[in-house]
């Protein structure tokens, strides 16, 4: 009887550790491969995080995952505008940097107000803007979370890859997402890991990812810009002030994702 217990014991131990949760890929998992499993990638690493040289003009360099994830197929965390830690809920209330975060209430007006980041009067505390667009380090979840000179992308350093890479839905690693294929033969892989809003994830389930940039939408501060894409539908070519498949704009306090970027080695 001892011996048969503990024979049951042996075997459920096996099928746990078949299915430890790094295996999920909300949870990252696997090893950093450098982002293709092909192995077209020469891997690359800046302060332990792996990243892949695109041949960029600017010489930006993309990390191979998600901060957070441990291949580049994982998910990683998910982050508010902004904020630099993941946290169970993600609205407005709770926004670090929402008027009524800071300073206990809503504006004298009402108005889902914010306390920095915010170049409009009238969606500042009592009217007062500051001039801050662009995330400052303090509030960068990648310079943050990896230090050394990563950073959240700027509108600019994502332009770069719609401008001189090639794009295309597929699946990796059992995930879907995009691949984005430089010129160099090299490629960086955005796994569609959804959104978190309140308590839940929203749109993983429908392959689509959405990714933060570093700067507040021109045209209404409440939303930063973003990455966002649909697997089902094929991307379009970006140009300046166009609005379409990838780029767009959302919802500051709304979970993302964030993947890093590093300036050219020696810059």
């Given amino acids: 009887m001892k011996t048969s217990l503990t024979a049951m014991m042996l075997i459920v131990a096996l099928m746990l550790a078949g299915c430890q949760p790094e295996d999920d890929p909300q949870n990252g998992g696997g090893d950093n491969n450098g982002g293709d499993p092909n192995g077209n990638n020469t891997e690359a690493v800046i302060d332990g995080h792996a990243y892949v040289?695109?041949?960029?003009?600017?010489?930006?360099?993309?990390?191979?995952?998600?901060?957070?994830?441990?291949?580049?197929?994982?998910?990683?965390?998910?982050?508010?505008?902004?904020?630099?830690?993941?946290?169970?809920?993600?609205?407005?209330?709770?926004?670090?940097?929402?008027?009524?975060?800071?300073?206990?209430?809503?504006d004298y007006n009402d108005e889902f107000n914010y306390a920095k980041y915010?170049?409009?009067?009238?969606?500042?505390?009592?009217?007062?803007?500051?001039?801050?667009?662009?995330?400052?380090?303090?509030?960068?979840?990648a310079a943050v979370n990896w230090g050394g000179g990563w950073h959240v992308p700027s509108l600019s350093e994502m332009s770069e890859l719609f401008e001189h890479c090639s794009w295309s839905s597929t699946t990796q690693g059992g995930v879907r997402g995009l691949k984005v294929t430089a010129s160099n033969g090299n490629s960086i892989f955005f796994p569609a890991a959804g959104y978190r809003l309140f308590q839940l994830l929203y749109e993983e389930e429908n392959g689509k990812g959405f990714y933060w940039m570093n700067q507040t939408f021109w045209n209404d501060i409440t939303d930063a810009w973003s990455l966002y894409f649909d697997p089902s539908i094929e991307p379009f070519m970006w140009s300046p002030n166009t609005e379409g498949t990838l780029l767009h704009h959302e919802r500051r306090y709304r979970g993302f994702s964030v993947r890093p970027v590093h300036a050219a080695v020696g810059n």
């Avoid at 994830?69 to 209330?93: I, L, M, N, V």
């Avoid at 915010?118 to 979840?141: F, I, K, Q, R």
Wanted: charged letters at 15%.
């Fill in 118 to 141: 915010c170049s409009d009067p009238a969606y500042a505390w009592h009217g007062v803007a500051d001039t801050l667009t662009m995330l400052e380090s303090v509030d960068d979840a």
């Fill in 53 to 106: 040289d695109l041949g960029l003009p600017s010489g930006t360099l993309w990390a191979t995952c998600n901060i957070g994830a441990e291949r580049p197929e994982g998910y990683g965390k998910y982050f508010a505008w902004g904020e630099t830690s993941p946290k169970p809920t993600y609205d407005y209330w709770n926004y670090v940097h929402s008027c009524f975060h800071v300073y206990g209430m809503l």
